[in-house]
Every structure is written in structure tokens, then in C-alpha cells.
């Protein structure tokens, strides 16, 4: 059974860092992509940043130059370096990871305060 568990959120000031975590297991086959999502309040969920198959990074335009994505494959752990944070990026934060369909996680709150 594939779990996702994210660490990392809280309460931060703008112009601070946080650290995401999630730890995968029960892993099977191809990893086509693991990535970040976030959905903040009365809007859709947005794709933050993901790794491709191949080691391929995309984050969108927002957090570029902020945001790092990075993974350890042992064990398979996905990491969301935020750094300058604003206000905006204020959300609910879930790792996701496709094998033949997608697996979430079960979010962590990030809340940057002006």
C-alpha cells in the first residue's frame, strides 16, 4: 500500500524558510513523477513543483529562484526547500507521486504571516 506522509509546515514570517518532507513507502514499480501541490483557501489546487522521470525539475513561475525541489531514492523521500516566503504562498501542501495513477498525501499547512 503506497503512503505518503509530509512533515515540515507551520507558522513562519514572511521572508523566512521552511523545510517540506515527504517520506514514500510501499513503492512499487516506475516512478514516472513526485511532486508538491498546494491549495490555499477558496482556490484550485496549483502545482508547485515536481521531478520527472529522468531527474527533470519543473516549479512554476511564482516560486522560481524560492523554491527547491530535491529527492533521496533511499529512502524514497521527497524534500520542498521554501525560502523567502510571502504571504501568498500560504496553503495546504501535499507530495504526490505517480506510478501507474497518483498517490497523495494528506497535506501540511504552511502560513506565512506579513
Known amino acids: 500500500q503506497v503512503q505518503l506522509v509530509e512533515s515540515g509546515g507551520g507558522l513562519v514570517q514572511a521572508g523566512g524558510s521552511l523545510r517540506l518532507s515527504c517520506a514514500a513507502s510501499?513503492?512499487?514499480?516506475?516512478?514516472?513523477?513526485m511532486g508538491w501541490y498546494r491549495q490555499a483557501p477558496g482556490k484550485q489546487r496549483e502545482l508547485v513543483a515536481v521531478i520527472r522521470t529522468g531527474g527533470i525539475k519543473n516549479v512554476v513561475d511564482s516560486v522560481k529562484g524560492r523554491f527547491i525541489i530535491s529527492r533521496d531514492n533511499a529512502p524514497n523521500t521527497l524534500y520542498l526547500q521554501m525560502n523567502s516566503l510571502k504571504p501568498d504562498d500560504t496553503a495546504v501542501y501535499y507530495c504526490?507521486?505517480?506510478?501507474?495513477?497518483?498517490?497523495w498525501g494528506q497535506g501540511t499547512q504552511v502560513t506565512v504571516s506579513s
Open positions: 510501499g513503492i512499487f514499480g516506475r516512478v514516472n513523477a
Open positions: 504526490y507521486i505517480a506510478l501507474l495513477k497518483q498517490y
